[in-house]
Structure formats: structure tokens, C-alpha cells
């Protein structure tokens, strides 16, 4: 089977390479030439554990190309899966354009086309964006949907810093159809991923990512609550959680129980957005949803009041990713920190080892010149630079190193979002939660 995809980003990168190793022949299509070419020289778009040698190996054994070409793309697979950005709105909707604009191109490619396509929709999108998705195809292309072609909501549960682990293991792979021609098709893509196979309809498909989300993040937030109850009380909040987790009947899952920074990215704030952007449009009153946001952001300003309330005015920080070994600065807390800290007259450095290698190879370069001008000015080449020049260090990563900067270093404050160690009993050192 060949198999053509759109959007070259996290999701569309790891699932080229996952799906080339499972045997099949993958086409990327993106409009960023530089994600192109990093594709066709066997390299990665993203920094992701296990997916760089991936790629190395499939591009070598001709399985993986990419490409600008929609065209060529869609006529030469049988499958299209959607993988391209959808960004939230100011006013919290989804911005589909990039969905909708790449229907459009299938549209026109199916036109000269005579076998069945099979559109298979990974990005996360609103209820009733397959049945538009289905409708545009079919006006542009003069085809009929599930004679001709057919559209599948596919939604992903990959976490950034272990996509590819995740690719092979989630939780289950749900499928929204209505066409068993196009399930069939789908079992086969997914016959050597491991986890349950689901199917349900359309609209279920749809909104699942946006409830699993809503729910990250309302755990992130409580167990950052919870966190800074404990400290004001002098009670270890690890200890708490930890019983907490302990009721696995009631309680589920502990992975995001864990008190420590807000979170951010591309998925929990975007999607939290949306969900309670539905709930108003259609006259709900959400108020935990809707409180979720303004709790992490409190959250978040607790890291500047901790900065504030210490001497000195030249801060370091040490990680700017939004989550632990991704290159990824989308809505990435630390920089409300940063940005913070800078109108309040500190002077900032920092470092980061994946964002400054993401930076360097170019993946990060657009965002950074375009969104955030003036990190380029902050980052470092190395967290020693950083640790010797500051007079507060903020760990937002994790490194064995850190506890012996700790040590070493009595005249400097240390501040820690992510509990670099449990050891740790210095004068100098606070945690965020602990």
C-alpha cells in the first residue's frame, strides 16, 4: 500500500517513519521546502527520540520521499492521511484553514483519478469537520463519497518525547467511519501497531482527543494546586500524590498527577480552548473548564513571584521546551516567565540542548525569527555559560548534573520546576511545589 502525507510536523514526521517501517512506500507533502528537504536526505523535521535513526534507515532502504507536489503525491498512493496544523483562533476556535485547503488539493488530484482513496483525517479537528472535509472533496473532485473515496477520523495519542513509542503502543486505535471498505483498509494500516482496534462513529471519533486533553490538563492543574497547598503547610506533596495515585479504581491514571510546572504545548491549551469554546457557544456554563486556564496561568506567575522574592536580577534558565526532550516552544510556559522577568528589568540567558540543535538543523529557525526574536539573543551554547553568568538558575529540565551546580554553588539561588532530585535539602534551593 502507498500512502501519501500531509504536514511534515510532529504527528506527520513520526507517522511517515513508523508506517515506512512497517513496510509500507510513504509520500510527505508539505509547503515548507526545508521540511521537504530534510525528509528526502533521510533526516528528521523534529527532535524525537528513535525517530532520526528511523528515517536514516528507511530513507536508505527507499521507502520514505517527500515533496510540494500534491498531485503527484495523492495519484501515486492509495491512502492520504491529514496530519497539518490546526492553530486556535483569539477567539479560542479552531483555524481549519489548513484542513480545509488540503481537502481542496485532494479534491483536485481525485479528479483525474480512477481507484478508490481513502482520506484519513490525524489532525485534531471539530465535530462535523469529516462530513465538510467529505463534502468539499466531493464538489471539487465530482466523485461520491464512499463510492469513490473515503473520509476517516483517526485521531492520535502521541505525546512529544515519546511519539514513536506511542505510535506502537496507544492506548487503542479508534477509527470513525462509515464506510467498512475504508475500515478494512485501516486495519491493515494499523495491522502491526499493538492495542485494540475501534470503530465508532464519526462524530465520537472526533471529539475524543478533545476530551482526553481537557482532562490532561485539568490533572496538571490539580495536581499543581495540590502542590502548592502542601508547601504553604510544610507537607511533601509527592508523598500526597503519591497516595493519592495509590486508588487506582477511582483515581485511573497517575501520569499527570505529578506537581510541578504548567503545562503548555500544541495539544492540552489548543484543546482545552476549544472544548469550552463549544460548551459557550451553545450556552453552557463550564466554570471548572473554564478556570482551568486561568489557574495554570496563576501557576506560571508563581514562578515570577518565586524569581521576584530573591536578590539578584540576572536570571538563568536552564530548558525553554514546553516538555522534557522535545525541541517544541509552543506554549511553552517558561517563556511567559521569560517575557515576565524581562519587563520587570532582569536580564535573561538560557539554554537548551534539543532546541539549540533544533535550531541549528532549522526546524525551529522560522518560529524563533518570526514569534520569539528575542530568544535568539538569550540562548546560550552551553548551561555552564548560563550557571556561572546567573545569580537565580531555574531548572525547567532534568540533567544529573544540576544536583552537583546545587552544591557547588552556596551564593546562588536555585529554583526547580521539574524535581531534579528528592535529596536535595540546600538553603539556596526551592522547588516549585516541594
Same mark, same amino acid.
Given at each position: 500500500?502507498?500512502? @501519501? ?65 500534491? *498531485? ?7 491512502? @492520504? ?37 481513502? =482520506? ?70 494499523? @495491522? ?9 462513529? =464519526? ?25 502548592? /497547598? ?10 500526597? *500524590? ?59 506567575? @508563581? ?34 516567565? /521569560? ?60 540533567? /544529573? ?34
Amino acid at each position: 500500500m502507498k500512502i @501519501s502525507i500531509f504536514g511534515l510536523g510532529y504527528v506527520g514526521c513520526v507517522s511517515l517513519g513508523c508506517l515506512a517501517q512497517n513496510g509500507f512506500e510513504v509520500i510527505g507533502i508539505d509547503v515548507n521546502k526545508v521540511k521537504v528537504d530534510l525528509i528526502n536526505r533521510g533526516l528528521p523535521t523534529i527532535i524525537e527520540k528513535d525517530i532520526d535513526i528511523i528515517l536514516k534507515e528507511q530513507h536508505k532502504a527507499g521507502r520514505i520521499r517527500a515533496t510540494t507536489d500534491y *498531485m503527484e503525491a495523492v495519484s501515486n498512493s492509495e491512502v @492520504s492521511i491529514i496530519c497539518v496544523g490546526t492553530p486556535s483562533t483569539e477567539k479560542g476556535h479552531l483555524n481549519l484553514d489548513y484542513i480545509y485547503e488540503t481537502a481542496q488539493q485532494i479534491g483536485e488530484a481525485l479528479k483525474q483519478k480512477k481507484s478508490y482513496h481513502t =482520506i484519513v483525517i490525524r489532525s485534531t479537528v471539530l465535530p462535523g469537520t469529516n462530513c465538510q472535509v467529505g463534502e468539499i472533496i466531493a464538489q471539487i473532485s465530482n466523485k461520491i463519497r464512499n463510492r469513490d473515496f473515503s473520509v476517516v477520523s483517526n485521531p492520535e495519542f502521541l505525546r512529544e518525547g515519546s511519539a514513536v513509542q506511542d505510535y506502537y503502543n496507544p492506548p487503542y486505535t479508534l477509527i470513525g467511519s462509515d464506510d467498512n471498505k475504508a475500515i478494512d483498509i485501516m486495519r491493515e494500516l494499523y @495491522s502491526k501497531v499493538n492495542g485494540e482496534f475501534i470503530t465508532v462513529d =464519526i462524530q465520537t471519533a472526533e471529539i475524543i482527543k478533545y476530551v482526553n486533553n481537557s482532562y490532561h490538563a485539568l490533572k496538571v492543574t490539580f495536581a499543581n494546586e495540590i502542590g502548592r /497547598i502542601c508547601k504553604s503547610l510544610n507537607i511533601d506533596s509527592f508523598k500526597v *500524590m503519591q497516595l493519592f495515585c495509590l486508588d487506582t479504581r477511582l483515581n485511573i491514571s497517575p501520569y499527570y498527577f505529578k506537581p510541578g510546572f504548567s503545562y503548555g504545548g500544541s495539544c492540552l491549551p489548543k484543546d482545552l480552548k476549544a472544548l469550552t469554546t463549544i460548551g459557550l457557544a451553545n450556552g453552557l456554563k463550564l466554570p471548572v473548564l473554564e478556570s482551568i486556564e486561568e489557574s495554570n496561568q496563576n501557576h506560571t506567575d @508563581s514562578v515570577i513571584n518565586l524569581v521576584t522574592n530573591k536578590n539578584g536580577k540576572k536570571v538563568g534558565i536552564l530548558g525553554i521546551a514546553f516538555k522534557e526532550g522535545t525541541d517544541d516552544l509552543r506554549y511553552s510556559p517558561i517563556l511567559k516567565v /521569560i517575557e515576565g522577568l524581562m519587563d520587570k528589568g532582569y536580564a535573561i540567558k538560557v539554554y537548551d540542548p534539543y532546541v539549540n540543535q533544533a535550531y541549528l538543523i532549522g526546524s525551529n529557525m522560522e518560529y524563533m525569527q518570526t514569534v520569539l526574536p528575542y530568544l535568539q539573543d538569550l540562548m546560550q551554547d552551553s548551561e555552564d555559560e548560563v550557571i556561572n553568568w546567573a545569580e537565580i538558575v531555574v531548572f525547567n529540565r532534568k540533567s /544529573i548534573n544540576y544536583v552537583k551546580f546545587v552544591k557547588n554553588n552556596p551564593g546562588k539561588y536555585f529554583i526547580d520546576l521539574v524535581r531534579i532530585s528528592e535529596e536535595i535539602k540546600n538553603s539556596n534551593y526551592e522547588g516549585i511545589c516541594w
